[in-house]
């Protein structure tokens, strides 16, 4: 079989690559920048925008299944960024789907479309909810799985995949702006860091894509949250991921109300000034850290035949290794 | 003034009520004893389908010929109306139809000006249920007043399914079958000593009836506000709906008017029916209750269980007036009459004992053995038998006088009017005047009342009022608190020799009205009642509380000797040995083991006072080779530890209960006690001794998945009903297969007859017929040994299956840092994280919260090194520097308040207090 993987040059889409390659699966990939060393030549590698229908077209071309991950992400941008880039280039790639007659969809979303509340205690996949989402971002991946679901039926088998808080060794988004800001001595908790959160290891997550392309037709219409199942206090997240860079674990503690009133202030003045860097904090982000964010994983598991090879302990050896530490301590 | 009352005919409700589905609704016809026409409007779960008399044909049946299984016919009371059946309406199976009428003049109902009489409103139901085709089985439920109308129906539709020649001649009653009544705080009489009659007089004859039922909502008010919680909001609204005006509310006024307070009553004859009738009911009765209902007490649900003894029942503790208002009364009601009445033949249920477990053929008379037996059948009568260690020395008595007084006390509590059956509580400490009190009320055919004073004034109230008790037998302090705090009965004073003149203040202050001494006396030389049989109840036993409110636990005799027997059985105990006594419940069976024995001196609702030398005195003054004592008397006494191991030289066995027992503790006992071999049996006040381990068994059994708590005792089962994996699981059955995790159940001949007044709770806790299930979670080993692991409620149900806190707890609490560890779930049930609390020295101050990443690892180190069994990694290690535990054993945890504390923590709350 062959799978189209758009986005396969974010951290994310290199790691599906490589769980689709192992998985014996032919593999094409399309993104606008160049791949990974290690898959070129190993993957048919087209070069494009996802607002382009042409090119999605072409590189949907010969293909039985797409795994969708091509997204805009980012704190800052407007409406019409996101819309461009997620809304409509999720629309395209059903399109092509459609009329390449490929049968498999797996769209890949955030569990941050179903609405929040005040945090997550062991929570399973809502339905997604663009109204009331808190940012661009959160309400253009909420239409975006909203349409690919919909998109479901006899000819077509779409499941929509949440990995939550997706990390591992060489991830430049999230470890890297954590390590960043800890060297620099700018990493604060928001409020006491007790709250737990999910977070998912990157091959646990690249192998739970895999293993939704493959149940597609028995649970096509599903929207599923994937994480390790090891849900951990904010603080010792942090603190070992500190740890695995060899820096000491953050001490300072800001009060929530502070984080989030500093989040708000910041997003505005970006908005303002038009800024396209990213901001030290968001309101989402402050949000994010103070309140527990955990799932309940049984009916992911269940469906996708599917549990996490790599572990939280396993993982963060890993990232240690990979930030060049050796083993950290667990 | 009153404006006139209002007349027109039923209406429907406005839309919109709370809880109330507007389908249920219809109106109904009927033509009173006047020859009028009244409009009624009720509830009827099947008015789209259910047959309709009065012309208006119903056209949604689906099934012409359908009819319901069973019919509940449901009467509120003053000043409600039907809405207060809304959640039995919707509870009920659908294969039930539910019929709940708003009675003539009231809720929605027509207002005609009559003031109807009970009788009146007998006849007037008795037309509704033909008018829409009321037909086959029917339970009747009612509250308030609405109880002696729906018993006159009840009444008469029981006569005319026994006498069919009235069934005809009853207009259109053919076919009515009388399954079952149901009561909720009602009345058919005004008890002595209720104070509603005079609440009632004083607003009539102080002209207020008018401005509190009808000019204002004062009357409703004050009935919803009797609720407890409260009732607010849109169910406030609800009962107030058909009540907004006052010409709306004038049945109110009449409805209290007609309560017979007055001799010449008009009301008196049909009331009186009624109250006598239902003494002749041969049906399965239920009666819920909320206790704190400041008109219908206890003194109600005790004048009516006096008429209808069978009855079950259950006290909602806490519950006031509308008690149907309680969460769990509605479900109890829907599952009682499933559990009674469904079948077609349904016979009374005999009292609470037809749920109760029959764990196998009761003992015949012959070879029973009661427990006053034990002061007569020994080898020496004229040996001692109780040793009492007072301030002027050892005191004494033979079996022979104890004997002799007992049987004086049975023929003096007889003459002052202790009936066979009556309740007389015991508040006396262990000693010559308890098995006196104890031994006089068994022969004299009493049920004794066995309330722990660990459990404070405010829980023995509790316990004695749902006990009910009629006499009430207790030293000084006792009566004067039963005075005070309106404790029931009729008080006898226990005035021991050295009490003199505190007694006669006793006396006076709590207003005594016998003297045990005196009661003894006058019985000396008197005819002896006849002694009760084995099946007769011997005694209700409260709970320590330490897991919930006190429950009171009914034993029957022969389920009483039997627990001596086992305990007999267990420990090898002859006639040689000699006991001494220091932990309650067993300072009661040396007399009736036949053994002499005494209690040493300490205040032993205070186990923490038995000193070292007290107990080697104690052992001395009978030569004791036997000593009971709690964990925490013997924690005291190594504390005092200053006398020589020679004076225990002679004790062969020493037993400790009330609380998990360490086994460092006995070990320490034993190099004081250097002949004897240390036990600790497991059990409950349901049901001890269910297992025994001795400390060489503690340490051979060694860390394991919990307590290790022994093998089960001689001719008593114990068996494991699994856990699925949210809750357990109704579809596996017990076993007793070795390593199976679920609730431990235990059946022997020395357990529970059941739950006193407590019907829903013994409906559960003998769902396994037969099999009493204990609320501990545990498993069997291979060699036969059970393990307790934790309280059910307190199992963490991961994704990965239940996780019992025990193991994790024990495990973690082997770290140096570590003085206490409770292991409890956060999230939601089947998906639970395992959260460990642990109590430091070093917790971060003031309320504690996450425990440092040192610690932490600590913690899961020590649990990933557990291998049998294996122990889940938790999610989070939190710190404080107290674990709340239960204070009279200060080592049951309250896993509970932990949980809790530990959820706001971990979902980023701020911390507060644990």
Known sequence: MKVLLTGATSFLGAATARALLDASYEVATFQRGALAADLVGNVEDHRGDIADTTAVDNAMSGCDAVVHLAARVSPVGTWAEFEAANVDGTRHVIAAARRHGVGRLVQVSTPSVAPVGHGLVGAGAEPAQPEGAANFYVRSKAVSEIDALAAAGPDLAVVAIRPHLVWGPGDTQLIGRIVDRAAAGRLALVGSGAALIDTTFVTNAADALVAALERAPEISGEALVVTNGEPRPVAEILGRICDAAGLPAPSRQVPTPVAQAAGSLVERIWALAGREDDPPVTRFLADELAHAHWFDQRRTRELLAWQPAVSLDEGFALLAAGLGRGAGSA | ?914
């Open chain 2, 1 to 914: 003034m009153n404006p006139s009352p209002a007349i027109q005919p039923a209406r429907l409700p406005p839309a919109g009520l709370a809880d109330l589905d507007p389908s249920w609704s219809r109106l109904a016809v009927t033509v009173d004893d006047e020859g009028r026409e009244c409009t009624w409007h009720l509830l009827d779960s099947w008015a789209d389908r259910a047959g309709n008399t009065d012309g208006a044909d119903s056209t949604g049946s689906t099934d012409g010929t359908e009819s319901p299984d069973l019919t509940l016919l449901c009467v509120h009371g003053n000043p409600t109306w039907s809405y207060l059946w809304r959640r039995l309406v919707a509870a009920a199976p659908p294969n039930w139809r539910v019929i709940a009428p708003d009675q003539l003049e009231m809720g929605f109902s027509q207002r005609s000006g009559r003031s109807r009489r009970l009788a009146t409103r007998i006849d007037d139901l008795w037309a509704l249920t033909a008018a829409v085709g009321v037909t086959g089985p029917v339970v009747t439920v009612a509250h308030d007043w609405g109880g002696p109308v729906s018993l006159g129906w009840a009444l008469r539709a029981n006569e005319s399914t026994t006498n069919e020649s009235a069934a005809t001649a009853g207009a259109g009653s053919s076919g009515v079958e009388l399954a079952g009544v149901v009561l909720t705080n009602t009345a058919v009489t005004q008890p002595p000593g209720a104070s509603a009659p005079t609440i009632i007089r004083g607003v009539r004859n102080l002209g207020l009836l008018g401005p509190i039922s009808v000019s204002t909502t004062g009357f409703i008010d004050g009935a919803l506000a009797m609720a407890s919680p409260r009732i607010t909001g849109a169910t406030r609204q609800g009962f107030l709906a058909p009540y907004r005006r006052a010409a709306d509310r004038h049945a109110i006024r009449f409805f209290v008017e007609d309560i017979p307070l007055e001799d010449d009553h008009p009301t008196h004859p049909a009331l009186d029916a009624v109250a006598e009738g239902i003494r002749k009911l041969p049906r399965p009765a239920l009666m819920l209750w909320g206790p704190s209902d400041p008109v219908f007490s206890d003194l109600y649900l005790d004048d009516l269980l006096a008429r209808m003894p069978h009855a079950d029942q259950h006290r909602f503790v806490g519950a006031s007036h509308l008690v149907t208002e309680e969460a769990a009364a509605v479900p109890a009601i829907v599952d009682w009459i499933t559990a009674n009445c469904t079948e077609s033949d349904a016979l009374p249920s005999e009292s609470t004992a037809a749920a109760a477990p029959t764990a196998s053929p009761s003992p015949s008379a012959s070879e029973w053995r009661p427990m006053w037996a034990g002061l007569r059948d020994v080898p020496d009568p004229e040996a001692t038998a109780v040793v009492e260690m007072g301030a002027a020395g050892p005191v004494g008595i033979s079996f022979a006088e104890l004997a002799a007084d007992a049987d004086a006390a049975a023929a003096g509590l007889a003459g002052i009017g202790v009936q066979p059956g009556a309740r007389v509580a015991l508040l006396v400490p262990p000693g010559i005047d308890l098995v006196r009190a104890l031994n006089g009320c068994w022969l004299a055919g009493a049920t004794v009342v066995i309330v722990d004073a660990g459990l404070g004034p405010k829980g023995m109230s509790h316990a004695l009022r749902s006990a009910g008790a009629d006499f009430l037998i207790g030293v000084d302090r006792a009566v004067v608190a039963a005075r005070t705090l309106g404790w029931p009965g009729t008080r006898i004073l226990v005035d021991g020799p050295d009490t003199g003149a505190r007694g006669r203040a006793a006396a006076v202050a709590g207003g005594v009205e016998h003297r045990l001494a005196e009661v003894i006396a006058a019985g000396r030389d008197q005819p002896m009642p006849n002694p009760p049989g084995p099946q007769d109840l011997a005694a209700v036993v409260f709970t320590s509380g330490a897991t919930g409110p006190a429950k009171g636990v009914r034993y029957r005799h022969h389920q009483i000797s039997a627990q001596r027997d086992a305990l007999v059985r267990l420990y090898g105990i002859t006639a040689a040995d000699r006991l001494v006594a220091a932990f309650a419940p067993f300072a009661l069976y040396g007399p009736a083991m036949g053994i002499p024995s005494v209690v040493p001196a300490m205040d032993v609702t205070a186990p923490a006072t038995l000193t070292a030398a007290a107990l080697a005195d104690a052992v001395d003054s009978v030569d004791a080779s036997l000593v009971f004592a709690s964990p925490a008397a013997l924690v005291n006494v190594l504390a005092t530890a200053d006398v020589s191991p020679d004076r225990f030289e002679g004790v062969r066995l020493l037993l400790s209960a009330g609380a998990p027992v360490p086994g460092e503790l006995l070990a320490s006992m034993l190099e004081l006690m250097p002949n004897a071999e240390a036990h600790t049996p497991y059990g409950m006040t349901e049901c001890l001794p269910v297992a025994d381990i001795s400390l060489e068994g503690i340490r051979r059994a060694g860390p394991g998945p919990g307590v290790c708590v022994g093998p089960p005792v001689p001719e008593t089962e114990v068996a494991i009903h699994p856990l699925g994996a949210v809750a357990l699981d109704p579809d596996l059955g017990l076993t007793t297969e070795a390593g199976v995790v679920g609730e431990i159940v235990v059946r022997a001949n020395h357990m529970k007859d059941g739950y006193d007044k407590l019907w829903i709770t013994e409906a559960a806790s003998s769902s396994h017929r037969g099999w009493h299930r204990t609320g501990d979670v545990g498993q069997l080993d291979d060699e036969g040994r059970l393990w307790v692991g934790g309280r059910l409620g307190h199992v963490i149900t991961t994704a990965d299956g239940p996780v019992v806190p025990v193991p994790i707890e024990r495990r973690v609490e082997a770290l140096d840092a570590v003085s206490m560890a409770a292991a409890v779930g956060v999230g939601p049930p089947g998906t639970q994280q395992v959260v460990v609390v642990v109590a430091t020295t070093t917790a971060p101050l003031p309320f504690g919260g996450l425990a440092s990443a040192d610690l932490t690892n600590q913690v899961r180190r020590e649990l990933a090194a557990a291998t049998d069994p294996l122990l889940p990694a938790p999610a989070a290690v939190l710190e404080v520097r107290r674990l709340p535990v239960d204070i009279r054993h200060n080592s049951k945890i309250d896993r509970t308040r932990v949980a809790h504390w530990a959820h706001q923590i971990l979902a980023g709350a701020r911390a507060r207090r644990l």
